[in-house]
Each structure stands twice: as structure tokens, then as C-alpha cells.
T-cell receptor, first 114, second 115 residues
Framework: DVKVTQSSRYLVKRTGEKVFLECVQD?????MFWYRQDPGLGLRLIYF???????EKGDIPEGYSVSREKKERFSLILESASTNQTSMYLC?????????????FGPGTRLTVT | AQTVTQSQPEMSVQEAETVTLSCTYD???????LFWYKQPPSRQMILVIR??????QNATENRFSVNFQKAAKSFSLKISDSQLGDTAMYFC????????????FGKGTLLTVNP
């Protein structure tokens, strides 16, 4: 079974702190994604990566950056956390190929910025 | 740009009954894929069912089936013999056939199955 893990289920940070959210997948998937989930808004794509060291902006990249130094690991970085970044963050991965490939999700990290 | 609309923020159903969740989408493309994902409370999101736009036959997975109406751009999910474990947030999602990454999600429908 594909396993996508995220470093923390719950995280509380202060405004202005630098925050790292880590995601690891164990299925040698080429693609990895970071989403933000907010009530009434569904899931919105922040960034994705289709290969090591490659990244592309999603729909809401402002205030975030990412890093993919190894194929299995994809990190989301909040350079200076703000209260409007309080949210659930979901990581996902999928194999390369046509659009039908399923995305496998991690359990999510609920981040609170105070 | 593609959009996905789920018009029912919340629904409820009695155990063992059938329920249908609605989804409409907007695209100018002819080749694409549609998905229903399920997110149980405090648990990981998982794929329920997928449909290729070029297939006329509606996809089915055990108690889950879809009604895919390509001309109407409608993709509803039917859950038969509802079980308590079906209680979850359900998301409809779209991806272009030419893309391997850009999933567009609807806002979700919270389904509660009552005993």
C-alpha cells in the first residue's frame, strides 16, 4: 500500500515564525503536492513537484515555498507565518503519467498560527 | 479554467438507504478524468471512484456508482445501502487528460449516515 506520511498532525506556531511541514512517500512517486484545506473552500493547490528539485506554483503560492531535495520528501515552508495561514495542510503524491493517476494523501497537518 | 461545483454543502441519509451527491463541472476540454474522494473524520482522504470522460459506461465500485452525463457536465455519486462508515466529507475532482497533476476540487459535501 502507498503510504504518505506528514511530520505532525497538529502544530501551533507564533506569528512571524518560520514553519516547516514535511511529507514523505514510500512508493517512488514522481509527483508530490501540497494542498491547503479550509471549510467551505475545498482543497486548493499551493505547490507541486514533478521531479527532484523541480517545482511549480499552484493556485495559492503566496507566502509559501517548497523544497524537494530527495524524491520521497517534499517540504512546505512558511517563511513568516501569519494568522491567515491557520489551516489544514494536506500532502499528496502520484505516479507519472496521464491524468487518471490517483493521488494518495497524507493524514494532514492542522496548523494554528497565533 | 476548469471549475467544479458541489451544490450540497451537507446531506444526511438513514443507514441502508441510498443517497446521491451532486457535482457539476465546467470545461472546454474533451479529454479529462473525474474523481470522487472521501475524507472520513480525522482520517486520510481516499479515492472512491474515477471516470474517464471518453468512456460512456458509468463507473461502479461495489456500493458506489456514478451517473456521468458528459453533455450536461454532471458527475453525481450514488451510494447504495449506506453504512455508518460512509459518514465523511466527499469531494468531486477534475483533471485534464493532458495534465498529470492539476486536480481541481469542489468545495465538498459533508454526508452523515444516521443509524
Amino acid at each position: 500500500d502507498v503510504k504518505v506520511t506528514q511530520s505532525s498532525r497538529y502544530l501551533v506556531k507564533r506569528t512571524g515564525e518560520k514553519v516547516f511541514l514535511e511529507c514523505v512517500q514510500d512508493m517512488d512517486h514522481e509527483n508530490m503536492f501540497w494542498y491547503r484545506q479550509d471549510p467551505g473552500l475545498g482543497l486548493r493547490l499551493i505547490y507541486f513537484s514533478y521531479d527532484v528539485k523541480m517545482k511549480e506554483k499552484g493556485d495559492i503560492p503566496e507566502g509559501y515555498s517548497v523544497s524537494r531535495e530527495k524524491k520521497e520528501r517534499f517540504s512546505l515552508i512558511l517563511e513568516s507565518a501569519s494568522t491567515n495561514q491557520t489551516s489544514m495542510y494536506l500532502c499528496a503524491s502520484s505516479t507519472e503519467g496521464q491524468g487518471a493517476n490517483e493521488q494518495y494523501f497524507g493524514p494532514g497537518t492542522r496548523l494554528t498560527v497565533t | 479554467a476548469q471549475t467544479v461545483t458541489q451544490s450540497q454543502p451537507e446531506m444526511s441519509v438513514q443507514e441502508a438507504e441510498t443517497v446521491t451527491l451532486s457535482c457539476t463541472y465546467d470545461t472546454s476540454e474533451n479529454n479529462y478524468y473525474l474523481f470522487w474522494y472521501k475524507q472520513p473524520p480525522s482520517r486520510q482522504m481516499i479515492l472512491v471512484i474515477r471516470q474517464e470522460a471518453y468512456k460512456q459506461q458509468n463507473a461502479t465500485e461495489n456500493r458506489f456508482s456514478v451517473n456521468f452525463q458528459k453533455a450536461a457536465k454532471s458527475f453525481s455519486l450514488k451510494i447504495s445501502d449506506s453504512q455508518l462508515g460512509d459518514t465523511a466529507m466527499y469531494f468531486c475532482a477534475f483533471i485534464s487528460g493532458g495534465s498529470n497533476y492539476k486536480l481541481t476540487f469542489g468545495k465538498g459535501t459533508l454526508l452523515t449516515v444516521n443509524p
